[in-house]
Structure formats: structure tokens, C-alpha cells
């Protein structure tokens, strides 16, 4: 059995099932979903659609992202933010027109029902982007951190290498869990197209709704798994690109 942490998703549901291909997704495999389904490609609502198919069959954990945050408040009130808006809210609208009342509101269980973070029995932590206690999740005052942080990414791409995590100068966020798991912030960024590992923390995001692939990974073995990259499954499409 494996357990899969998938990345940002931004509604190219073409991405992930090519994924799903690649990775030769199996009735036994667990997945943690690190957030981000909607904003982006031009198939967000048939995202959620096979998310919710896809844990009627499979044990799925799906941690909510900011963007998530945008898209469930629109469709619980109407209210259109601005910020989601012209970053890929035009395009998630878009993608719900024909969708009935009744599905709608399915899908807006969904958005509820998201976490803001996971932690498994091993001590692995997963969440969207990062928090800010010294203390660790649980002490987070600000839970918006969960959706919108970037700090502890950055703070693991400045740390020294050779620091031991028994040092006082190893970061106190990261001491808490045996490895971190997130999205939220591309690793093409950077210059990688695979995910980046630092400290102790995984950042799986790398790049699905500009140029990069879709992105998995085995949290046991490491194993990575790619889709092609979404700008050549939707040719017609810019994703984020036009907002880049």
C-alpha cells in the first residue's frame, strides 16, 4: 500500500489523470491531497468531481489551500474576491456554469470538509503552505498560515545542510515533526521542475498551473511521479501563465 502526497492541482483535471496513468493509481494507495484543486486550468469543477469519486474508493486526506478558501466562500455566498477573481476565479466560475444547484452544494460539502492540516502516526505532517508557532500546529494563532504561509518554506531553503537537527541553531518549527509536507509555493520558482527537498520539508507543488507538471510522491520511498506538463495537455489554454 502507498501513500501518495499529490500537489497543486489548479483545475487541470487532464494533468491529473495522466497522473493517475503514470502513477498507476491502485485500489489499495492513500492519498493526501496538499491543496489547491481550483484556479487555473479550465476544468476545476470536474476536479472536485473526481476527487469526490476518488474517495469513495480510496482513503483520501485533502488539506484545503488558499485558493480553496476563495472558491468555497464564492459558493456558499456569491462573493466574488476580487484577488481570486483574476487569479483563476474567472476560470473556476466558468468551469461551474451547468452544474446544478444540487452539485454545487456537493461540492461545497467538499470544500468544508477540507482540513487544515494532517498529521499521520508516523509524526509526518501535511498542510498547504506553513505555519508560524514555534510551537507547532497546534499552537498556530493565525490559521489562515495554514493556507497563505511562505516563511517556512523560505526558512527551509536558507538552512544550512550540515546543521544537525539536534543543534540549537535547527530551526524549532521544524523539530516537531519527523518530515513536513506542502504545496502552495512552485518549485519551478526556483528552478526545479521536481519536488524540492530541504530540512525536513517536502514542497510538492512544482508548477502545475504555469509550466510545470503535476507532481506525487511516494512519502515512504520517495518515489516521484510527474504528469506531462499541463501547458501542453491544454494548448489552448494560458493556465496562470497570464498572470505570472
Known amino acids: 500500500m502507498r501513500t501518495l502526497a499529490v500537489g497543486d492541482i ?11 496513468q503514470r502513477a498507476q493509481f491502485g485500489a489499495e494507495d492513500r492519498f493526501i491531497f496538499l491543496g489547491d484543486y481550483v484556479d487555473g486550468w479550465s476544468e476545476a469543477a470536474q476536479v472536485i468531481e473526481y476527487l469526490i469519486e476518488l474517495s469513495s474508493t480510496n482513503t483520501c486526506i485533502f488539506i484545503k489551500g488558499n485558493h480553496d478558501v476563495w472558491c468555497e466562500k464564492w459558493l456558499a455566498t456569491g462573493t466574488v474576491n476580487e484577488v481570486w477573481y ?6 473556476t466560475m466558468a468551469s461551474y456554469e451547468g452544474l446544478s444547484l444540487e452539485d454545487k452544494q456537493r461540492h461545497l460539502y467538499f470544500f468544508e470538509a477540507m482540513k487544515l492540516y494532517h498529521i499521520d502516526t508516523d509524526n509526518r505532517l501535511f498542510l498547504h503552505a506553513g505555519f508560524t508557532s514555534m510551537k507547532g500546529v497546534e499552537d498556530e494563532l493565525h490559521t489562515e498560515n ?7 518554506w523560505e526558512m527551509a531553503l536558507t538552512l544550512n545542510p550540515s546543521i544537525n537537527k539536534n543543534s540549537l541553531f535547527y ?21 526545479e521542475d521536481q519536488p524540492m527537498h530541504r530540512g525536513n520539508v517536502w514542497n510538492v507543488d512544482t508548477g502545475a498551473a504555469f509550466t510545470g507538471p503535476l507532481s506525487a510522491i511516494d512519502i515512504d520511498t ?16 494560458m493556465g496562470r501563465n497570464k498572470k505570472k
Open 10 to 20: 489548479h483545475g487541470g483535471l487532464r494533468g491529473l489523470k495522466d497522473l493517475e
Open 86 to 91: 483574476n487569479h483563476g476565479g474567472k476560470e
Open 146 to 152: 495554514f493556507y497563505f504561509d511562505r516563511t517556512l
Open 171 to 191: 530551526p524549532n518549527r521544524l523539530k516537531h515533526y519527523k518530515e513536513i509536507y506542502i504545496g502552495h509555493t512552485p518549485t519551478i520558482n526556483f528552478g
Open 222 to 237: 520517495k518515489t516521484v511521479f510527474q504528469s506531462e506538463l499541463l501547458k501542453t495537455l491544454y494548448p489552448n489554454e
